[in-house]
């Protein structure tokens, strides 16, 4: 990936905003495809023992779309903590319409109200990891999903492959959601991808032009902050390509997914 002559400027805090409705529109070929969905619960499945009774949290877990499939094949109970008010608001809407029991909490994940050891599973998917300012920010959401683990529970995160991200990842890409086109620039730096993702409405014009970045994590090193956490029984390893067409889907396009146990 040829890295772009000028970094944009990026708010540390710039993910208490990017999730919104135009949010939901821009990604809806991820966050709102419920084919793929089904597909990465599948491949949950397959890794974790899940059992029905078992409560389960998805942190970060946005509008809830894995726990909501979960909830359908009968797990739980499921609960989801976002900050997003528009995710959880979206979610809750959802669970009501199809009659599932699936909670949501709206908070930071770093320092949620819920009790300690309220669950036997704490899901952390789809790359939503790694958006703090500094490595500590990260490491508090470790230690902070660990607090809400049932003593001999269980812990699965999945985060961008590193690797993949700097050997095919282009600089540049855009794609057409509905009467939108999205554009995204792209820098890599020995820590970070960052992106500027600029909006443009056939109708309206520009409609969003804002900088984000995801600290990016090798395998040693999310092994490294789990441990740093507190967990053992760690392993790590590539994810499958839960996508049924080729395409850039930025940073979900190849993950890597640990399981940890406290």
């Known amino acids: 990936m040829t890295v772009p002559p000028t970094l944009p400027t990026v708010a540390p805090d710039w993910w208490r905003t990017l999730f919104d409705d135009l949010y939901l529109r821009t990604d809806a ?28 949290l998805d942190l970060c877990g946005g509008h809830g779309r894995h726990a909501l499939e979960l909830a359908r094949r009968g797990y739980g109970p499921a609960f989801v903590l976002d900050f997003s008010l528009t995710l959880v608001s979206l979610g809750q809407a959802l669970a009501r319409e199809q009659g599932l029991p699936v909670a949501f909490i709206r908070a930071d994940a770093r320092c949620s109200p819920l009790a300690s050891q309220s669950f036997r599973v704490v899901l952390c998917l789809a790359n939503s990891f790694g958006y703090g300012p500094t490595r500590g920010d990260d490491l508090q959401i470790l230690q902070e999903a660990r607090r809400l683990l049932q003593s001999g529970g269980r812990f699965f995160i999945e985060v961008a492959d590193p690797d993949y991200v700097r050997e095919h990842l282009p600089p540049q890409s855009w794609h057409e959601a509905g009467e939108l086109v999205v554009c995204r620039r792209r820098w890599l730096t020995e820590e970070y991808l960052v992106c500027r993702e600029m909006v443009l409405s056939c109708n309206r014009g520009l409609v969003r032009d804002q900088a984000y970045k995801v600290r990016l994590y090798s395998a040693d090193d999310l092994r490294q902050c789990l441990e740093d956490a507190g967990f053992s029984q760690i392993t790590v390893a590539g994810a499958p390509d839960f996508y049924a067409r080729p395409g850039d889907y930025g940073a979900l396009n190849r993950r890597l997914a640990a399981t940890a146990w406290k």
């Open 29 to 56: 070929r991820s966050v709102l495809d419920e084919d793929l969905t089904r597909r990465e619960v599948d491949g949950l499945l397959e890794v974790l023992d899940l059992r029905p009774g078992a409560a389960i």
